[in-house]
């Protein structure tokens, strides 16, 4: 028997069914609350709102449990590589060997973008921030492939799409790298697996043969996997959003690196890094910014701490935290933003504003250090996570897709003016 819920408004009942998801979280379905009774629900910022049911992933911010189709994610950071996840996301089952490398040799017949979008990184003024030109590439995608604008496209034609956003991905983002250097762009080796590919597109010299460190190639492969998924976040949210309106993946996913952008969602990583040399070359008194930090009157805040929905600890973060000292360590770099960053992590975790609030560091609080180990440029880290995130997003808009979601469309509670009548310019 299905469960219902009762709720009482001015004195009249109304039935809403409750939804039991797999782990046994209950929710209620108020989606025909409005038509029975002329009232909507208000939840600024959607801070507990269900906006749909999803099979990918599991996050239970309580417990610091987050799972990609029931794996944890200490087991596929561990054992798995990026590609192999972003199969396991995408189409819901680990990869058998065959499958996977059918999956590898279709991304490798697409990696080349077109000559003509060489172009826009002419055009890009050399400062422009790689977000930015991510955001732009990527939505461009679908003025090159037309065919990616059918809403009713056979799964062949959908799947041909996703394979290509795959495969280009690593490619534009290596661009962005080559062009911020004034260097020349390297191409695909088609030989190499995906994370190694992009890494050589980046770090490799036309000119010399390259090796990449296997350090550099599992650290990215980790922080890749960590950054993959995470359910609806502000920007997943608006991938599912846009893609409603049955918009093509490139130009949803697009919306997503928009939305990644900012630096309360991913945009973090860059903001903490910046955070953590001010605080260095302050003199590196970590209590002063902790103390900015709870001041109400200051705008500052801890960047890389706090989550709307980890109020325990970030798993990412505590994976990352120790990869951090590992890679840092096999390198041979000492980092004094990593000593800065550790001083901050313990002044704040044993204050009473911190503890009360639940604020605890978050994947980008070590995620910036390490890709600044590995070699990026502080105002690429962003674009690093939208390379991990990709297979989250397209999962995410496959799913909406695949299962025929209506529009989104939320409402809204008007404070505004009630009616009144026009005023001419002279009486105003
Ligand atoms: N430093 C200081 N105080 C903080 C911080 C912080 N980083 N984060 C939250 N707080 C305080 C708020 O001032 C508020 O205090 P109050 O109750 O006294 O008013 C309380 O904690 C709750 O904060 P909210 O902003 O309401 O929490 P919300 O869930 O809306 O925000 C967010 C979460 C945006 C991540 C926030 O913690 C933040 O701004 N963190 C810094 C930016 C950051 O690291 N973002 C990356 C998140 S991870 C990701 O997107 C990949």
Redesign the pocket.
Known sequence: MSEKATLNVEGKEYELPIITGTENEKALDISKLRGSSGIVTLDR?Y?NTGATTSAITFLDGERGILRYRGYPIEQLAEKSTFLEVAYLLIYGELPSVQKLEDFRNKISEHTMIHEDMKKFFDGFPSNSHPMGQLSCLVGALSAFYPESLNPDATEEEENLNIIRLLAKMPTIVSWIHKKSLGHPVMYPKNDLNYVHNFLNMTFGQITEETEIDPVIINAMHKLLILHAE?EQ??STSTVRIVGSADTNLYASVSAGISALWG????G?NQ??IEMLESIKNDGGDVSKYVEK??D?NDPF????????VYKNFDPRAKILKEACHEILDKLGIKDPTLDIAMQLEQVALDDE??IE?K?YP????YSGIIYRALGFASEEFTVL?ALGRLPGWIAQWKEMHDNKEPIGRPRQIYVGETEREYVDIENR
């Open positions: 910022g801070k995470h976040n502000c630096p309360l969602h991913g973090a903001a903490v930090a709870k109400r805040r801890l960047m890389g701490f706090g989550h709307r504003y911190f609030r604020l978050n994947v980008d609080f996570f």
